[in-house]
């Protein structure tokens, strides 16, 4: 398996799939977008903090845990950091694998895994009461 894990203060820019093998037959990608309602309150958006050398061990980790029971070929990992405007990804993950039922599998377990385990945060900014 072939992991790209990268975070970035600009926005994200999703990488061409270029796909390397004909045993490829499935490409799931989750795009991970701000919401304007946190919890019943509007924001105008989050703020994305990592500790990035854990968060990269950790997410190597827990691709390689994941592989062993939901084999794929390649997983691109990208997470914004700092501000990020409501409606903007915050951010990316794209599975490929030569059926869809692992790469459904791993993606969803992969993001779970991240939000449990993997030291990233964000941090709510409410908007002012008079801007709603």
Do not use: N
């Not at 994305?48 to 190597?60: F, H, N, S, W």
């Not at 993950?93 to 990233?120: G, N, T, W, Y």
């Amino acid at each position: 398996m072939h992991a790209v894990i990268q975070f970035t203060q600009s926005p994200i820019a999703i990488p061409e799939a270029h796909t390397v093998s004909r045993e490829i037959g499935a490409i799931v990608e989750f795009h991970g977008i701000v919401r304007e309602l946190e919890q019943g309150h509007p924001l105008a958006g989050l703020h994305y903090e990592a500790y990035e050398p854990m968060a990269v061990l950790q997410l190597e980790r827990i691709f390689q845990q994941l592989h062993t029971q939901s084999p794929v070929a390649e997983v691109t990992f990208l997470h914004r950091l700092g501000w990020v405007p409501v409606g903007h990804a915050s951010l990316y993950l794209r599975v490929r694998s030569s059926h869809r039922a692992e790469a459904f599998a791993f993606c969803s377990a992969a993001i779970e895994a991240m939000k449990r385990d993997v030291p990233i945060w964000k941090l709510q900014r409410p908007l002012p009461p008079d801007a709603c």
